[in-house]
């Protein structure tokens, strides 16, 4: 519980889908074991990365393997995400003051980070920044293409159940079945080289941008 008497949230943003799942997926089933609120945001269909494929579909099942309790999954252009800022940071306003529940206070941010060298992912940030500026927590997950940079400072200790899940979830974008960074081994290897900086099994890095605790 929050200390306003609500259910805690967490909300978790994504440029395509797919990034949620490969960011923070095992941290949100963690939280979905443990009854807390997660509601997720995919802000793009992601067309340019499967142009024959519903690849939204593809996210609401990922999600809810994950036990996200509600995913939103919106049609902004994908790869122009940074002509489409402002309406971006409308739309998750809009979001945070309509689709939680009354009873159910979002504590915490999950979203993209500002290290990453794709576009539509720093747009989300930037986005993110504003839209989500008066929830106390807000933080930066790792993706593929911010591997080369990303260097995290908070972890999310995950049980080999949520990793599993985790790996179930991705296992759905069977458009992005070729991609290296979607194969066992490649997760594992994150997992377990993120739980060794913070000397545990395995774990799931973050960027503290905000941390009222």
């Not at 992912?121 to 993706?143: D, F, K, N, W």
């Not at 985790?166 to 066992?184: D, F, G, I, P, V």
């Not at 799931?204 to 605790?213: C, R």
Request: aromatic share 8%; glycine share 6%; with cysteine.
């Amino acid at each position: 519980m929050t200390y306003s008497g609500k259910r805690t949230g967490v909300l978790a943003i994504g440029a395509h889908p797919d990034d949620i799942e490969l960011g923070c997926g095992a941290s949100l089933a963690t939280f979905s074991a443990r009854n807390i609120y997660t509601i997720a945001v995919v802000m793009t269909p992601g067309c340019c990365g499967g142009k024959d494929t519903d690849r939204h579909k593809e996210s609401q099942k990922a999600l809810k393997i994950l036990g996200c309790d509600k995913s939103i999954h919106l049609n902004f252009e994908d790869t122009r995400l940074y002509l489409q800022i402002r309406d971006m940071i409308s739309s998750l306003e809009n979001i945070i003051a309509n689709d939680i529940p009354q009873d159910v206070e979002i504590t915490r941010v999950y979203t993209m980070n500002n290290s990453d060298r794709h576009q539509d992912h720093i747009a989300v940030y930037q986005a993110s920044m504003v839209a989500c500026r008066y929830i106390p927590q807000i933080l930066g997950y790792e993706t593929p293409s911010a591997w080369i940079s990303f260097s995290p400072h908070a972890f999310e200790a995950i049980e080999k159940n949520e990793f599993n899940k985790k790996l179930m979830a991705l296992k759905e974008h069977k458009s992005q079945s070729q991609r290296k960074y979607m194969q066992h081994e490649y997760l594992h290897s994150q997992a377990s080289f993120r739980g060794q900086q913070a000397n545990c099994a395995m774990c799931e890095g973050f960027i503290i941008y905000k941390m009222v605790l």
